[in-house]
Nanobody, 115 residues
Framework: QVQLVESGGGLVQPGESLRLSCAASTRIFSAYVMSWYRQAPGKQRELVADITRGGSTTYEDSVKGRFTISRDNGKNTVYLQMNSLKPEDTAVYYC?????????WGQGTQVTVSS
């Protein structure tokens, strides 16, 4: 069992930045594909970004050029740097760890972008 603990959410104004962190309780963190998802009220959960074991990244189209996912295998942590935030980025952000048949979720952290 892997526990994922997100932090870094909050209330910001449009155009501002936030950095989310997700700490994983596993000795084989480097073996997992790590992802960030988000779920806005009344909408389905969607993939925002992911990073493979080798460091390759993919992004949802609406966040390309604004968000950056990264990982620190020495700290068992994955990050999501979010710049130029927009009101439509408002959602609960979830961390996900995936390896073969195993997938784990964090409890989520709220991000609200509002003036």
């Amino acid at each position: 069992q892997v526990q994922l603990v997100e932090s870094g959410g909050g209330l910001v104004q449009p155009g501002e930045s936030l950095r989310l962190s997700c700490a994983a309780s596993t000795r084989i963190f480097s073996a997992y594909v790590m992802s960030w998802y988000r779920q806005a009220p009344g909408k389905q959960r969607e993939l925002v970004a992911d990073i493979t074991r080798g460091g390759s990244t993919t992004y949802e189209d609406s966040v390309k050029g604004r968000f950056t996912i990264s990982r620190d295998n020495g700290k068992n942590t994955v990050y999501l740097q979010m710049n130029s935030l927009k009101p439509e980025d408002t959602a609960v952000y979830y961390c996900n760890a995936h390896r073969t048949l195993f997938t784990y979720w964090g409890q989520g952290t709220q991000v609200t972008v509002s003036s």
